[in-house]
């Protein structure tokens, strides 16, 4: 990857945390309202889910040149995902602690979560698949 999409891909990761920061502790009074469910589950959830499922992909295309092999790969994925698991669980936490106009829930930090793990899995088999065409 060239230094200048090394750039831009690191510019867009750190945009994006700082709008997922902003999403989870953002005041939307005047925002409009969405149906409750959407495909039968909580419309909250699903946002949830779409806020952390970009974030270990995000991080790959940002940081790839950590990922030579296998095993850095797995290494780098662990870490990126304990990372995500942070900024869930700090969201989460901030929400109920930090705020009184949001509250902490245990269920959208699991949409967090599946979210991290999914996309932490796509981003292994997407890095591997790459090293072993390039082998």
Not at 36 to 57: A, E, N, Q, Y
């Amino acid at each position: 990857m060239t230094r200048r999409k090394r750039i831009a891909f690191r510019a867009i990761f750190f945009l994006y945390v700082a709008i997922v920061l902003f999403l989870c502790f953002g005041k939307f009074d005047s925002a409009p309202s969405i149906p409750r469910t959407i495909f039968g589950l909580p419309s909250d959830k699903l946002v949830h889910f779409c806020m952390f499922f970009p974030f270990p992909i995000l991080a790959f295309l940002a940081f790839d040149q950590f990922t030579e092999n296998i095993s850095h790969t797995l290494v780098f994925s662990g870490i990126t995902l304990a990372i995500g698991l942070l900024l869930a669980v700090g969201t989460e936490w901030g929400q109920a602690r930090l705020t009184n106009y949001r509250s902490g829930d245990s269920l959208d930090l699991l949409a967090d979560t599946l979210a991290l793990v999914l996309s932490t899995a796509i981003v292994i088999f997407w890095d591997i698949r790459k090293q072993k065409k390039k082998a």
